[in-house]
């Protein structure tokens, strides 16, 4: 499989694991169009690269695994035209839902490494993964509402069935940030390690499971994702559609301003 194609992932492969580097280190890994785009192919490359049996996903540098959508990509949305603006976000909530789906559907195990601060996007990875390893300083908060709009990418189909109910409202609509050992605490990662012992940790894993019974790892997984369809997929396509109708408002616009500004958001 030839992953050079990639221009903001980095795909490195050892024996019968990959390592998947999201590679914007000087914006924090934020997601921009192409990148966006990138992690809705990237997953069924791997399903369908004989060498790989088990994938590793995590964010270069030391100080985020990816700190979600570019804002700048938001503000500059805000001012298209009409029928521009429509097509823009529709073709967003495609690939939002390829995101989730893609995942869902790779019946290669995958293992996310959150080596640093995880949003938007970026936590879609991190948390749709099968196994989820935290470093401790890790933070991580799903700022939908932050920013104006539904939490729409992930966090219907999957935060209830990691943390509960009550836990999943808490979080998404404060957008407190989480760090690694309480997002372990609630059930919302797989494990935490000191951020030295991460990638370690997480190869270790990688290795054990591709030295396993692949087709007995895949029909595990195929299997458990049965909750997510259950009524998962229900949940998160209704938040998607809504969290798109949220960026024909002024919102996202003004959440993004007031991020950039660091100062609290004047919503009408």
């Not at 280190?25 to 369908?48: C, G, M, S």
Request: a negative charge; hydrophobic letters at 50%; one cysteine or more.
């Amino acid at each position: 499989m030839d992953y050079s194609r990639y221009q903001h992932l980095l795909v490195e492969v050892a024996g019968a694991v990959a390592t998947v580097t999201i590679n914007r280190p000087e914006v924090f890994n934020a997601t921009n169009d192409v990148l966006h785009r990138e992690l809705t192919t990237i997953w069924r490359d791997l399903a369908e690269d004989p060498e790989v049996r088990v994938a590793i996903v995590t964010g270069a540098g030391d100080e985020a695994f990816s700190a979600g959508g570019d804002l700048s990509d938001i503000g500059a949305r805000a001012v298209l035209h009409a029928q521009e603006r429509f097509e823009a976000v529709m073709r967003v909530m495609r690939e939002a839902e390829a995101i989730v789906y893609e995942m869902m559907n790779c019946e290669k195990i995958i293992i996310s490494a959150i080596n640093g601060v995880a949003v938007g996007a970026g936590l879609t990875v991190a948390l749709m993964a099968d196994i989820s390893v935290m470093a401790e300083e890790a933070r991580l908060t799903d700022g939908h509402a932050r920013l104006g709009v539904a939490a729409g990418d992930h966090a219907a189909i999957i935060w209830p069935l990691l943390c509960g109910m009550a836990k999943a409202k808490y979080y998404l609509l404060t957008c407190d940030f989480i760090d690694g050992r309480e997002a372990e605490r609630i059930g919302l990662v797989s494990k935490v390690t000191p951020r030295a012992q991460l990638l370690p940790e997480c190869l270790a894993i990688a290795e054990k499971l591709a030295a396993g019974p692949q087709h007995a790892l895949r029909a595990t997984k195929k299997s458990l994702n049965q909750w997510l369809r259950l009524g998962g997929i229900t949940a998160f396509d209704y938040s998607l559609a809504l969290e798109m109708l949220g960026f024909f408002s002024d919102a996202p616009a003004e959440g993004a301003r007031a991020i950039v500004e660091k100062r609290p958001p004047r919503f009408g």
